[in-house]
């Protein structure tokens, strides 16, 4: 597959402006003409869903830490398929990743710079340019000769104060041979309102946030050299594109999960074993080749697939699109729905509620008690139930004193501490996704916490940078619940297994 020219947005240092720059410049490019494939390094949900809103394309993650640094190819060529080129928004510093202190790596798991090494892509530093004159050339000619393997193709100057000042921030660029492709002025009104985990998801802002979007776009359309951009953009990219059907079929293969076996709960409808991933990989073929999408009622049809119900809504915006792919590709039925205001779709066999912000919407979602009271009598049944972060708050007693579901016997509220990095994980106990034993890596980004902790078994246990052995999350019956948000194309076998248990669940209840 031939690989489309990108760029990646990266900078000295958290706060710079790339999100600004990124989006901007992903409007711009597509109002000039180009279909632009949007990406985001890391673990984030927020930054995509603004880059989404510029592409009019979903945006998608590159993180090598979840997902295995031998998908990032693939899942970049399938995230740019039918574009000419792509944007790459980096995560904090250029150089910031994964924390390890064993790792003698100039470049960190995980960071802008590996990402921009895998892709062979040139790298754009938006420079801060608030408190910088000459020196500008200093941290540039760091930044530049730091590492011979990531190539430093120009820089963009953000929030400069004065022509005066650009001036001399330019003599500084040219003083190390970097060329400047923009330089934008200080503008207080682009700033995005934010809360305790960055930016407020596009999907909460609503009308604000493409207005936001499209002056971002302006911004960058007037002040940044968009030809000079294009001709900089390249890639060395090259092998199959990331396909969810086949992950599915190379996941059946691996033994990974093969033979793998579920049980219903001795309390459902009718105690039964069912084989996992062989059965989900013949049907992710038939899946792939029969659905049919809907975006009028943003649902997927598939003859004879399990119905998934996705949250979504206000509360929970933290997603992959690679989700939505794979659950489809092994056989699933996919309907979102908003638990602030609707009840389950009808014939749910299965329930996904990922990471979001019920914290900010916990009256609203406590309202909808015929759900939560759906939920908790289905989850008694063996329903399937997969919740990341938000989700296990959602499951809960009560959140900040406002009734939740109650599947998971503990009570939570917002908290004064961030709780941020990658875990190492092991699963201590079968659930619908994984196998007591497996090991996975996640990712945790919340700042609430379980009051009254979870009696039930727990999901996850790592190892603290401490020493300490730290278990997390909850397991009852069919449902995995847990702070840590994990990526599903570094996970397709769970995904299988989860349509799986969905499929016996929709089979049991048809006998009743």
Aim: proline residues 7%; glycine residues 10%.
């Amino acid at each position: 597959m031939v690989s489309v020219p990108a760029v990646v947005i990266a900078a000295p240092a958290s706060g710079s402006g790339k999100t600004t720059l990124a989006t901007g410049l992903i409007g711009a490019l597509r109002r000039a003409g180009h279909r632009v494939a949007p990406f985001k390094v890391g673990p984030d949900y927020i930054d995509p869903g603004y880059h989404g809103l510029a592409a009019g394309r979903p945006g998608r993650n590159l993180d090598p830490v979840l997902c295995g640094p031998e998908r990032i190819a693939p899942l970049y060529l399938h995230g740019s398929a039918d574009c000419d080129i792509a944007v790459v928004e980096g995560v904090m510093g250029l150089f910031d990743g994964r924390i390890d202190e064993n790792n003698s790596d100039p470049i960190a798991e995980g960071s802008t710079a590996q990402i921009a090494a895998m892709l062979g892509a040139p790298v754009i530093l938006v420079v801060d340019a608030r408190g910088h004159s000459q020196s500008l050339a200093a941290l540039l000619h760091g930044f530049a000769t730091y590492d011979s393997g990531i190539r430093l193709g120009g820089v963009i100057l953000n929030r400069v104060g004065s022509e005066r000042h650009e001036q001399v921030l330019r003599a500084a660029c040219t003083r190390v041979g970097l060329p400047v492709l923009g330089a934008l002025p200080r503008l207080a009104e682009l700033e995005v309102p934010s809360r305790h985990l960055g930016l407020i998801p596009a999907v909460e802002h609503g009308s604000a946030a493409q207005a936001a979007v499209d002056a971002m776009t302006d911004l960058v359309a007037a002040h940044i050299d968009l030809a000079a951009v294009v001709a900089l953009a390249s890639s060395q990219t090259s092998g199959p594109s990331w396909n969810p059907a086949e992950e599915l079929r190379l996941a059946a293969e691996s033994g990974s999960a093969a033979g793998a076996l579920i049980a219903q709960p001795e309390h459902g409808p009718a105690a039964r074993v069912v084989p996992t991933v062989a059965r989900v990989a013949g049907d992710s073929e038939r899946a792939a080749a029969g659905a049919e999408w809907d975006r009028g009622t943003d649902q997927a049809f598939v003859t004879g697939g399990p119905i998934i119900a996705v949250a979504g809504g206000a509360a929970f915006t933290f997603g992959y699109a690679e989700h939505r792919e794979l659950l489809e590709a092994a056989g699933a039925r996919v309907v979102v729905f908003d638990p602030m205001r609707d009840e389950l779709p009808s014939g749910t066999a299965g329930l996904v509620i990922p990471g979001g912000f019920p914290e900010e919407h916990a009256a609203a979602l406590a309202a909808n008690s015929p759900l939560l009271e759906q939920i908790a009598a289905r989850a008694r049944r063996g329903l399937p139930v997969h919740a990341e972060c938000a989700g296990l708050l959602y499951l809960t007693r009560s959140l900040d004193g406002h009734r939740m579901a109650g599947v998971i016997d503990a009570t939570a509220e917002f908290g004064p501490r961030l709780t941020l990095g990658y875990r190492d994980a092991v699963a201590l106990n079968d659930s619908p996704l994984w196998r007591a034993g497996e090991r996975i890596r996640g990712h945790e980004f919340h700042r609430t916490r379980l009051t009254a902790p979870a009696a039930n078994p727990a999901a996850w246990a790592w190892r603290a940078p401490s020493g300490e052995t730290v278990r997390e999350g909850a397991t009852t019956h069919h449902v995995h619940a847990s702070y840590l948000h994990t990526h599903p194309a570094g996970n397709p076998s769970a995904i299988a297994r989860f349509v799986a248990t969905a499929r016996a669940f929709a089979d049991d209840e048809a006998l009743v």
